[in-house]
């Protein structure tokens, strides 16, 4: 079944995965649970330069693990993976890192609740 959201998809840009986001060949830490790898491979790539672990918006604690696309969206997760959005060898939905980010319980609350949205810019800003 197809989902009307994805009837005006751009095409994939010519160049390779944003920053961070990269596929590296191999599961993340495939002696962990994949809710541990999950957590775990978000602390580590959305760590902050001077700050350490933060809200990826504001840089404020705590932080939590935030799914961009929910577990509910599963047949949204497989059909960006039949286009080629997300790499074939990319795990559930509800444990592929690249489909999380940490956020503050502030930021977390309005992104899921469709107050604000995040969007990808190719960039690291270093707080002074």
Excluded at 2 to 23: D, G, I, M
Excluded at 83 to 111: D, I, S, W
Aim: hydrophobic residues 30%.
């Amino acid at each position: 079944m197809s989902h009307p959201t994805l009837v005006s998809l751009a095409p994939l840009p010519p160049t390779n995965a944003p920053y961070r986001y990269e596929w590296k060949s191999g599961r993340l830490n495939d002696n962990a649970s994949d809710i541990t790898a999950f957590s775990t491979s978000l602390d580590t790539r959305d760590e902050i330069p001077k700050i350490g672990r933060g809200c990826i918006v504001c840089g404020e604690k705590p932080i939590e693990h935030a799914h961009i696309m929910p577990e509910s969206d599963k047949e949204l997760w497989d059909e960006l993976r039949d286009r080629g959005y997300v790499p074939p060898e990319a795990k559930p939905v509800h444990t592929e890192p690249r489909n999380g980010m940490t956020l503050c319980p502030n930021h977390r609350k309005n992104f899921d609740g469709y107050k604000a949205f995040v969007r990808y810019v190719d960039q690291v800003r270093v707080p002074k």
